[in-house]
């Protein structure tokens, strides 16, 4: 007979209304990544609330609901493809993933409620496919009156290395199974994938440990990187391209210092749950752990691929801005590029493709404007666009022009070329 948690723990199942009935107005609140968009929804229904501020890393469908409720403001450090396409506000947080579980310290909210996977028979409550800042909400100290729940999301893996007890929550929230599995931005890969895998090969000796940002060109480049031996992973998001080199044997993280032997992750994708779960090669850890450029920098030969929007001539890149507006957010690159730097070993890479609107735009450009600066000159070491690699770290400022125009589409390198004249660069 299979352990029945609602049984077992009767006294502590709620509904998502129950949860949602206990915030008063003036409030803040908490929830997790991925978003308990069943509170988040009944919460929304509240329509006599008012002044209540909602925190939640990544909005999604009930990031809406709650974006949409005149009494209510979001505050978000990541801006997903559904609160866009609904064209929902939001008020960004920039926020270091690293700095999630400080932040949820300092800014605790009356009300928290995170998505955790279903309790087991001696009370341990593992914490589904994200971590992140989760612990700060539920293991931090509370003031009288604060309430924390668990979303329990019966979808969700039962991944190795932190988790919870059912004694620190205050009431855990059934869900149905239908419509639970967390929902992720769609990530499309450019047509042109060969140069890149072809770079990423040049770039990644036998043993070193890799990490992926989001975004279907470094997943699938770096899956590519099946004939590779001994292979660590140490990353904040565990997706399907990682996945593939534990599954080839390639990633085995056997000359790992730290961790060794185990993938260490903060967040896992959907696509990723059926490997994950109950994987004793698998270590899902905090955002603060995960995010340390500290222990980044441990691990041998570190390789830290992540994409971009944009790149000027200076070496300055773009990953979270479109238009002078917030379209994604910075998650936990800055701290694997800053773990980079303090180790000799170690190298962080950008991949983008050379234009984007059809060819029309270089993403090589002369200067970043309205757009914020996500990584600095001072931060950004290997650009890799499909026409080369482009080696920026300890380059001069003229090295790095010369470097960029050189892997920028040729269609766009003369006017380049004339921009880096103009402001004194070549």
Not at 290 to 319: F, H, K, T, W, Y
Not at 356 to 366: D, E, F, L, N, Q
Request: overall charge negative.
């Amino acid at each position: 007979m299979s352990f029945d948690w609602t049984d077992a723990f009767a006294d502590r199942v709620i509904t998502a209304e129950q949860a949602a009935a206990t915030v008063n107005p003036g409030d803040r609140v908490i929830t997790s990544l991925p978003e308990p968009t069943a509170f988040l929804d009944a919460l929304a229904e509240r329509a006599e609330l008012s002044d209540v501020t909602v925190f939640m890393p990544v909005p999604r469908r009930g990031g809406v609901a709650v974006a949409e409720h005149p009494g209510m403001t979001v505050q978000a450090t990541f801006i997903s493809q559904i609160m866009r396409n609904a064209g929902a506000a939001s008020d960004v947080v920039p926020l270091r993933l690293q700095d999630w579980n400080r932040y949820l310290r300092d800014h605790p909210g009356r009300v928290s409620v995170i998505q955790v996977a279903t309790p087991l028979a001696d009370g341990t409550v593992r914490p589904g496919s994200v971590l992140g800042g989760n612990g700060s909400v539920v293991q931090r100290e509370r003031r009288p009156g604060d309430l924390v729940f668990g979303l329990v999301n019966p979808v969700v893996p039962h991944v190795h290395g932190e988790a919870f007890h059912v004694d620190d929550f205050d009431g855990l929230i059934e869900i149905p199974a239908d419509g639970a599995t967390p929902v992720f931005d769609e990530r499309t890969p450019p047509d042109e994938l060969e140069p890149f895998i072809g770079a990423l090969d040049e770039l990644i000796p036998d043993g070193a440990t890799v990490q992926s940002g989001v975004g279907g060109l470094t997943e699938i480049a770096l899956s590519s990187m099946t004939h590779k031996r001994d292979l660590g992973i140490h990353t904040e998001i565990m997706c399907q391209g990682l996945a593939d080199l534990m599954r080839s044997g390639a990633a085995n993280g056997s000359r790992k210092t730290i961790f060794t032997g185990k993938a260490v992750f903060t967040i896992s994708l959907p696509e990723t749950f059926a490997y994950i779960d109950d994987n004793p090669a698998c270590h899902i850890t905090h955002g603060e752990v995960a995010l340390d450029p500290r222990i980044i920098a441990q691990n041998p030969s570190m390789r830290c691929v992540n994409a971009a929007v944009e790149v000027d001539l200076l070496g300055q890149v773009n990953a979270e801005m479109i238009g002078g507006q917030q379209f994604s957010g910075v998650g936990g690159q800055l701290d694997f590029l800053r773990g980079c730097q303090l180790a000799e070993d170690a190298l962080s890479i950008h991949l983008l493709p050379s234009t984007a609107r059809g060819g029309t735009a270089s993403r090589i450009i002369p200067r970043i404007g309205e757009n914020g600066v996500t990584a600095t000159r001072y931060d950004s070491q290997v650009v890799v666009t499909e026409h080369g690699i482009a080696w920026l770290k300890d380059a001069t400022m003229t090295q790095k022009a010369e470097r960029l125009i050189a892997v920028a589409h040729p269609d766009h390198q003369a006017e380049l070329t004339d921009a880096a004249e103009r402001a004194g660069l070549l």
